[in-house]
């Protein structure tokens, strides 16, 4: 993400349905993207702002987690952290 590159909400590509929202990224700083998943709910923040919300039944089991960014994307993650939200034993 670096600019305005997110893709628009509800926009297709080939046969799958992305989501996004046009968003300012400050570039040659370091970004805090947050995603909340619950259930087949998921929540986007940058920053601390809340983007967007979405339902998605793509995703319906607990599992893997997967980083991605364009090609032409100089792109850098530190400080991944990833924690289970089900708070029963």
Same mark, same amino acid.
């Given at each position: 993400m670096f600019g305005r590159e997110m893709v628009a909400p509800g926009q297709t590509f080939g046969r799958r349905l992305r989501y =996004?929202?046009?968003a300012d990224v400050p570039h040659q700083k370091w970004n805090n993207l947050r995603v909340i998943m619950k =259930?087949?709910?998921?929540?986007?923040l940058l920053n601390d702002t809340k983007l967007f919300e979405v339902e998605a039944n793509t995703f319906s089991e607990a599992g893997k987690v997967g980083m991605w960014t364009k090609a032409d994307a100089v792109t850098l993650f530190d400080d991944l952290r990833i924690q289970s939200l089900d708070r029963t034993p």
């Open positions: =996004g929202v046009y =259930g087949n709910r998921i929540e986007i």
